[in-house]
């Protein structure tokens, strides 16, 4: 099931709202195994993914994780990761401590069920930063004190900038077709 989503180049999701789904290709295989298991919870409300991640079992969701935990790219060199942020991003991340977290270049997180977010898709990464401000919504909504907290703090335009400057660094994620599927 996984293939049908997450594999396609530019595949988008159209609920809650139209956005690339994220690249899962390099991500932590902690993190993957962590958000597939928010799913089966109902900690992390999409109807697809929890139906999806429901019947999943621990071994199906280590296979899973692993499996696309191999498919990153090479770690870009640091001299060509980075790009420094403009005033009105750096006062924003100023406010959250993203880094705290996410790691240097938002691609090396401080433990292996946070996500690397550089590179990811800017419209994904903004519906997942808005999901964490919605409360008692039965199909929208992510349960996750610390950043239910950083994301309140901002307007969703200041979530869509931020979203924006972290797609644009490089990173390791990557959506990587399956070979058998070209033409």
């Known amino acids: 099931m996984c293939y049908g989503c997450h594999n396609i180049v530019g595949y988008q999701a159209s609920f809650p709202e139209v956005y690339k ?5 390099g991500q932590n ?7 597939l ?3 089966q919870a109902g900690d992390r ?7 999806i991640a429901t019947p999943l079992t621990d071994q199906d969701i280590t296979d899973i994780a692993s499996f696309y ?9 640091a001299e060509k990761a980075s790009r420094e942020p403009d005033a009105q991003v750096t006062a924003l991340f100023a406010k959250s401590a993203c880094v705290s977290c996410h ?9 292996p069920n946070y996500p690397k977010i550089a590179g990811q898709h800017a419209d994904y990464l903004f519906v997942a930063l808005k999901s964490y401000k919605t409360e008692n919504n039965p199909a929208v909504g992510r349960s996750n004190g610390v950043m ?5 703090q901002f307007t969703n335009a200041e979530l869509k ?6 797609a644009s660094l490089d990173g390791e994620l990557q959506t990587l077709p399956e070979p058998k599927f070209h033409h």
């Not at 790691?103 to 433990?111: D, T, V």
């Not at 239910?148 to 309140?152: G, S």
């Not at 900038?161 to 972290?166: G, I, N, P, Q, R």
């Open 45 to 51: 409300k999409h109807p697809t993914m929890r139906a």
């Open 69 to 77: 935990e191999k498919q990153g790219r090479a770690a870009q060199p």
């Open 37 to 39: 298991k928010a799913y």
């Open 21 to 25: 789904v994220p690249k899962l290709g």
């Open 161 to 166: 900038v931020l979203a924006k400057y972290v």
């Open 148 to 152: 239910a907290a950083v994301a309140k």
């Open 29 to 35: 295989a902690a993190y993957i195994a962590a958000a």
């Open 103 to 111: 790691g240097a270049n938002f691609s090396k997180p401080i433990a």
